[in-house]
Every structure is written in C-alpha cells, then in structure tokens.
Nanobody, 121 residues
Framework: QVQLVESGGGLVQAGGSLRLSCAAS????????MGWYRQGPGKQREFVAR???????NYADSVKGRFTVSRDNAKNTVYLQMNSLEPEDTAVYYC???????????????WGQGTQVTVSS
C-alpha cells in the first residue's frame, strides 16, 4: 500500500555532510509519521529521527544538534540532513513510514530498502 524509495547515501569524510531522501508512494494519506533508523556494523537497528504529520520532530540523543529531519508534503518526501558526520554514524540508514490504525491504535510500519552511509576518519 505504501512504498518507500531512499537515496542520498554515500562516502564522506568526518566533519562532512550528507542529505538522505525518502520518497513515499501509494496510499501516502494513511501515513501518520515518518522516521529514520540505522544499523551499524555488528549493532542492532536504532532510532535516529522522526517527524509527524503535524511537524513535530524527535531525535536520538546521539544525533541531536547535528541531524535535521524535514518533509516536503508536495513531493511526499522526507529528508535527513546530516552534518558534522562522525565515523560512528557509519551505518545502513532505513526510512520508515508509520500508520496508526483506528480505533485499535495499532501501529503498522513500512520500511525502505536502506542506504549505506560511510564516514571515514
């Protein structure tokens, strides 16, 4: 029902910047919020940032002040601007779209394919 296509990953030196994009298609009107998660080498997937339809944002402590999540409703696209990148940010980054069903409040997630971000020291 919802499809996510990510882009923008790549190789960057420490201190540099990248901007990830995630374009949603299908039944985008059903999405309540979109977020970003990442999974580094040998680590579990972790939350990075989220933005609701109302524009409220939330960030992991590890990226506060460096990353910014935003959205373009006309393009059905969410972005993750990553500044002051560190080697610890190296991971596969996954886009997430969340639907909250009514009246059960059950959350249903759709995931992108992931895009590799590598930060060299």
């Amino acid at each position: 029902q919802v499809q996510l296509v990510e882009s923008g990953g790549g190789l960057v030196q420490a201190g540099g910047s990248l901007r990830l994009s995630c374009a949603a298609s299908g039944r985008t009107s059903s999405i309540n919020s979109m977020g970003w998660y990442r999974q580094g080498p040998g680590k579990q997937r972790e939350f990075v940032a989220r933005i609701t339809n109302g524009g409220t944002t939330n960030y992991a402590d590890s990226v506060k002040g460096r990353f910014t999540v935003s959205r373009d409703n006309a393009k059905n696209t969410v972005y993750l601007q990553m500044n002051s990148l560190e080697p610890e940010d190296t991971a596969v980054y996954y886009c997430n779209a969340r639907r909250v069903a009514w009246p059960s409040s059950i959350e249903y997630d759709t995931w992108g394919q992931g895009t590799q971000v590598t930060v060299s020291s």
